[in-house]
Each structure stands twice: as C-alpha cells, then as structure tokens.
C-alpha cells in the first residue's frame, strides 16, 4: 500500500509507486471518483488524439483541413515577422 500526506494547502505528493502504475507524469490529469462503500478510486485522464475529434466543432462553422490551418499559420507567421523596409538615400555619386 502507498500512503500520502495532506499538507496544509491542501496538497499531496501521489508516490512513485502510484505515478509508474497509473503512468502519470507532470501536467497529467487525475479523475477522483467516489465509490458507494465509502472509498475513493483514483483515475489518470487519458485520452488519445481521436478521442478528441470534433472537441472544437461549432454549429455553422466551417471545417477547415489541416493544410488549410498550416497554411493561415504561416501567412500569419510571415506577416508577423515581416520587417518594413526602410526608405534609402541615394549618395551623390
């Protein structure tokens, strides 16, 4: 059994133990869940990238390919980081 302490702030550090079974690292997100004997099973939020399909989908809104999202991107990125060119003086010559 792995046990945890409860600081003052509410917080715990989970046990390596726990973080390797669960396959844990840091920014993962954890389900509590409340059982009906009273006790509390700990979940790891994990979703692959096609369980996420769709997430962003609004009502009327068009789809928009990958390549279409590279493309506004990199229009964004070259317009962005586009230097003005400075006007020259010509030397007399």
Aim: no cysteine; hydrophobic share 40%; aromatic share 2%.
């Amino acid at each position: 059994m792995a046990r945890s302490k409860l600081t003052s702030k509410g917080q715990t550090t989970i046990p390596m133990a726990v973080r390797e079974r669960l396959g844990l690292s840091v920014g993962d997100v954890m389900d509590f869940v409340f059982l009906p004997d009273g006790s509390v099973s700990v979940r790891a939020v994990k979703r692959d990238l096609l369980s996420l399909e769709g997430m962003l989908a609004k009502p009327g809104r068009p789809v928009v390919t990958l390549e279409e999202m590279d493309d506004a991107i990199r229009a964004r990125a070259v317009k962005r980081h586009a230097r003005p060119r400075k006007p020259t003086a010509r030397r007399p010559g």
